[in-house]
């Protein structure tokens, strides 16, 4: 029996004072599938190859429920072949995958041929040889599982001690490393970890039967375990237990038009759906509709589309110290310089998300940076950068926000959601609600979520915080595509004060 070819990846993400793979060894599988590629017809050919290795514990009222480790390794291999993408992945990393993988991308592209209502052109692409380490303090993986347990099971006395009658806590971390290659001749190796704590505190009024929730606020981050241990988890799941006690005795929201201030750890998500997912090239173009659908936004909108106030400034990155779609290249090879534009600039729709072989669609010239594939051995998709609600430039505080508010509510933490088929109708909820009375923060408040369309909520946005008050928030799993695609990232905000938007009573 002939002996294994030895795996190119030597060793995952537990050492992190150097990409851990072997370099020689991808280097000359590149060579052998890229040149295959060309010398069989492909005008252009890339490859990524990468482990993933995830990790996630979960515990529940007193024990440890669940823990998982898993490691994922494979390669994907696309080809540009009469104008045509085909792709193949897999998980065997040895040089006869590759030059199978090649005939069956090739093969693929074949079959697309005549259902390719228009040829793929690719723009003009600068060559990178590179690495990208995301800065990192301690590695989670490095982390005994029982001192995650210890906190988890820390984390849910906290909430019961504190008003909560059952909490459940979990953390996930992930790590990718990923080496890039192309036919033009970029080598791009690169390595980013990620973590995500988060719990549910439950207060039930036995009397009656009804139970509130209140859900953690610490965000997801690009980020190590020593971030974990900084968030003040403990602390906060105290609040939180005390929070839902007493959303059990909070008034009930009236439903009417109300001036509404939303903390970034709400409005995160209404940037994320109404904003990020609208104004993606593939599903504007009907390319994606998976997800709630298609996009209202249309190729023609671009410098006209009045989608808000001019305070409203929405920037794409890549960037961003500690956001999770944050990485030194995309999946086409792309800088991260090439994701740094506005969506939205003061109020003005400016720019469509883009992946590779798509800016030519709308008469542009080039994409910019908007590509991600969860595994290597995915087709790499038009995915979001981070993207954030710029600030105020001018000084503004919480107080100077809510200053004028004579009728208001203030929403805090992302709940429910909805949003309808072209990414306009939308209802979001959330995890607190307080009033404002004649400029102060007021009472809790239970059962409200608030509603809108799109551009009538975003040029209702008449306030903004500086950005003493900006705050990072995010996913770990934006869903998208079929088969189903997730991918971290990252949305940042000042909180906001909006006019005159309809509140729900949800229990109603």
Not at 10 to 35: E, G, N, P, Y
Not at 66 to 92: I, P, T
Request: contains cysteine; proline residues 5%.
């Amino acid at each position: 029996m002939a002996a294994a070819a030895p795996s190119p990846i030597k060793a995952s993400c537990r050492t992190r004072s150097a990409f851990a793979l072997d370099r020689a060894l991808l280097h000359d599988l590149a060579d052998i599938a890229l040149t295959a590629a060309l010398q069989s017809g492909a005008s252009y050919a890339d490859l990524r190859i990468g482990e993933t290795r995830r990790e996630y514990a979960f515990a529940k009222d007193g024990r440890l429920e669940n823990f998982d480790e898993r490691e994922s390794q494979g390669f994907g291999l696309r080809v540009l072949l009469d104008g045509c993408w085909g792709f193949y992945g897999a998980r065997r990393l040895d040089p006869h995958s590759l030059r199978d993988g090649v005939e069956r991308a090739l093969e693929n592209a074949r079959a697309v041929k005549p259902i390719q209502f228009q040829p793929i052109e690719l723009e003009r692409l600068p060559v990178h040889e590179a690495e990208w380490i995301m800065p990192m303090g301690v590695d989670p993986f490095e982390i005994p599982a029982s001192e995650k347990a210890d906190l988890l099971l820390s984390i849910i006395a906290s909430a019961r001690d504190h008003g909560a009658d059952f909490c459940s806590a979990s953390i996930s971390a992930a790590c990718e490393e990923r080496f890039f290659a192309n036919s033009l001749g970029s080598r791009i190796h690169q390595t980013r970890t990620r973590v995500a704590p988060s719990f549910q505190a439950t207060a039930v009024d036995r009397a009656s039967g009804r139970f509130t929730t209140r859900d953690c606020l610490t965000p997801a981050r690009g980020a190590g375990w020593d971030y974990i241990l900084s968030a003040g988890l403990i602390e906060e799941a105290a609040r939180a237990g005390q929070e839902a006690r007493a959303k059990l005795g909070a008034k009930p929201v009236a439903p009417d038009d109300y001036d509404v201030v939303i903390d970034p750890t709400n409005l995160w998500l209404t940037i994320h759906e109404t904003i990020g997912h609208s104004t993606e090239l593939d599903r504007v173009l009907g390319w994606e509709a998976n997800f709630a659908g298609t996009s209202f936004v249309k190729p023609s909108m671009l410098n006209e589309l009045r989608f808000g106030s001019e305070l409203m400034t929405i920037v794409a990155d890549r960037a961003q110290p500690g956001a999770l779609a944050t990485i030194g290249y995309d999946d086409d090879g792309a800088t991260a310089k090439a994701a740094e534009f506005a969506i939205v600039e003061k109020g003005v729709f400016k720019n469509f998300q883009m992946a590779l072989g798509q800016a030519h669609l709308i008469g542009l010239s080039h994409s910019n940076g908007c590509a991600y594939a969860d595994s290597p051995t995915t087709f790499p998709i038009q995915r979001m950068p981070n993207i954030s609600l710029m600030p105020n430039p001018q000084k503004c505080s919480f107080d100077d926000l809510i200053s004028d508010v004579e009728n208001g509510i203030y929403v805090v933490g992302a709940g429910s959601w909805s949003i309808d088929q072209q990414r306009d109708n939308f209802q979001f909820g959330g995890q607190l609600f307080y009033e404002i009375k004649n400029g102060k923060l007021g009472d809790l408040l239970r059962d409200g979520a608030y509603q809108g369309r799109t551009t009538q909520f975003w040029n209702s946005l008449s306030g903004l915080c500086d950005a003493s008050a900006y705050h990072l928030d995010g996913t770990f799993t934006c869903g998208k595509a079929e088969p189903m695609q997730v991918a971290p990232v990252s949305h940042g905000s000042s909180p906001a004060l909006f006019r005159n938007v309809r509140v729900l009573n949800t229990s109603d």
